[in-house]
């Protein structure tokens, strides 16, 4: 369910819910722009009403309200482009349960009314305006319209209930427990009270009977300054939004104002989750526009690479009716993804210069998943390669930086020199190692599996090549021995012959110093590894 959130009858109150919050935000600023404008936005609020003998519910705001021709054009015609498509096509839906599935696919605002209503009745009067409209429909085409002389601020939405049904999975939206539920899901971050009129048990007897309870926290975590939200309340919102209990490594929290205006509060987790190495597994990015939750695992904001980063995204200009699909597409997410992707980087770089500990942690729970990054992420490299750390031969107990292996490269050394194989023993006592161990070379020390493939990728790093040293002529002495490749001639021509059906060549080498001979692969060849994974496969 989590998943397809267009296909979950709950959205309604999300959309009636958003449009009377907007419709506060309108009031709010119009009434700050035109101190004529005589309304009261002292307590603007949203109201859910139940009347459980009518089997009605209603969302009622004192917001901006709308007008008659407002209410022709935004809701009587279907002037928005959405809607209109969903509604084409549920024309062409043979079956009333195919148009269900249409409703669900598309966010088509006001009219996910008709998910849960047979007919809906809309009460509006605009900010400064005396008279005020109703609106009547069945969501079929037509409806009726008149005007209405006292109409309280604001808009109202009477939705007549269809029949509670657990089959038809239509949910008794006259519930408290149900309709608290939902707003807590889908509104919890309104800035508006969300209120609602609840029994209160235990009540005495001269007591009422029922309270009013506002159902929303009210509270965006993202958009408020960094400096005022405590450490305690982003863990609890973490554990929240992520379903753990630890705490997270690290709260990352962004904002940009201007075209596109949007806020972030991203968390790096301080364990990875089971399922990292699984396909298929949920990148856990929430989509809010304007405080509305739109939707969960939003893989369009962060590539797979970073997928253990959890959080939220607010974008301010986005449709409410976005699917995963238009998402993908959209230039803002797309920007939206570039910087975060940026800024989740630079603060695991900023970690690793103050908190070697954590950066420790960091690296041993998600590194196999960021160097896959090195290989899908090519605008981004050099950001990865600056937090990667890997094994040498410098010191089995410690990882190393690039930089660091960089700062220590010997005189004359040109290349940055790797090895990979399937543990470090084997790496260890390999031949190939000799010649780099007795220059007193330092050596990268590659065993996880997709080290194969990054190191293809990767040209170099601060203008050094990587560089196999079980690969091709790894030249360690410049000058070429002329006299000993005369010198050997004759044996070298023998031993080729002798062994013509196992391998290419043999040739002479400077980069051994105990064993007699190794077999080393040609520069273009696969590296033994993928070899034998490519062979395992049958290729
Ligand atoms: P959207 O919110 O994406 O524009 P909707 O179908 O939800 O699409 O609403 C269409 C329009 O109707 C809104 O843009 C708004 O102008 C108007 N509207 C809907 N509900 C309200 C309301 N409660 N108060 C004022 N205007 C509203
Ligand atoms: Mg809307």
């Known amino acids: 369910m989590i998943h397809s959130i267009y296909s979950n009858k709950d959205a309604f109150l999300r959309e009636l819910v958003s449009n009377a919050s907007d419709a506060l935000d309108k009031l709010r600023l119009e009434a700050y722009r035109d101190k004529d404008l005589s309304v009261d936005t002292d307590d603007l609020h949203i109201d859910l009403v139940v009347d459980k003998q009518a089997r009605t519910l209603t969302v009622r705001d004192n917001g901006i309200g709308m007008t008659r021709d407002d209410v022709v054009r935004l809701i009587g015609t279907i002037a928005k482009s959405g809607t209109a498509e969903f509604l084409r096509q549920a024309r062409e839906a043979q079956d009333a349960a195919g148009a269900q599935d249409l409703i669900g696919q598309f966010g088509v605002g006001f009219y996910a009314s008709f998910m849960v209503a047979d007919k809906v009745t809309l009460l509006t009067r605009y900010a400064g305006e005396a008279e005020g409209t109703r609106w009547e429909s069945s969501g079929e085409g037509t409806y009726t319209i008149e005007p209405v002389a006292d109409a309280p601020q604001g808009t109202s939405v009477v939705l007549h209930l269809k029949a509670a049904d657990a089959e038809e999975q239509m949910p008794d939206y006259t519930e408290a427990w149900k309709l608290r539920e939902v707003v807590k899901r889908y509104s919890d971050f309104i800035t508006h009270p969300i209120r609602m009129e609840v029994d209160k048990p235990g009540a005495g007897e001269d007591e009422p009977k029922t309270e009013v309870q506002t159902l929303n926290s009210m509270k965006a975590l993202w958009a408020r300054p960094a400096s005022e939200v405590g450490e305690e309340e982003y863990a609890e919102f973490y554990r929240h939004i992520a379903n753990d209990w630890a705490e997270p490594l690290k709260t990352v929290q962004m ?36 405080r509305v939750f739109i939707m969960d695992d939003c893989e369009s904001l962060i590539p797979e690479y970073l997928r253990f980063v959890k959080g939220v995204v607010d974008a301010a200009d986005l449709s409410l009716n ?13 920007l939206i993804r570039r910087r975060l992707v940026k ?64 700062e220590r490269m010997k005189d004359g050394q040109q290349h940055i020199y790797y090895m990979t194989g399937d543990n470090r023993a084997v790496i260890e006592n390999s031949p190939h190692l000799e010649a780099f161990r007795a220059k007193g070379y330092e050596v990268l020390v590659l065993t996880d599996p997709i080290d194969e493939m990054w190191v293809d990728a990767v040209p170099e790093f601060d203008g050094k090549k990587f560089q196999s040293i079980a690969k091709g002529q790894v030249d360690l002495d410049e000058a070429k021995d002329e006299q000993k490749q005369e010198q050997f001639k004759d044996f070298l021509g023998w031993m080729s012959e002798a062994l013509k059906d196992t391998v290419k060549e043999v040739r002479l080498s400077s980069r051994l110093t105990t064993s007699p001979a190794c077999v080393v692969g040609d520069a273009d060849d696969l590296a033994p590894n993928l070899e034998k994974m490519y062979r395992a496969m049958g290729h």
């Not at 976005?322 to 797309?334: A, C, K, N």
């Not at 990865?384 to 107990?397: A, R």
């Open 322 to 334: 976005v699917s995963r699909e238009t998402l993908q597409q959209d230039r803002q997410i797309q």
């Open 343 to 406: 800024k989740v980087l630079a603060t695991v770089k900023e970690l690793r210069g103050q908190d070697a500990e954590k950066y420790k942690t960091f690296w041993s729970e998600f590194g196999k998943a960021v160097k896959e990054g090195l290989v899908q992420d090519a605008d981004n490299r050099d950001a990865i390669l600056e937090i990667c750390s890997f094994d040498s031969t410098l010191d089995p107990e410690q990882q190393t930086s690039l930089r660091g292996y960089v």
């Open 255 to 290: 904002s940009a104002e201007g075209t596109f205006e949007y806020q972030a509060l991203l968390f790096i987790p301080s364990h990875a989750p089971l399922d990292l190495f699984m396909r298929d597994a949920n990148r856990g990015i929430q989509l809010y526009v304007k």
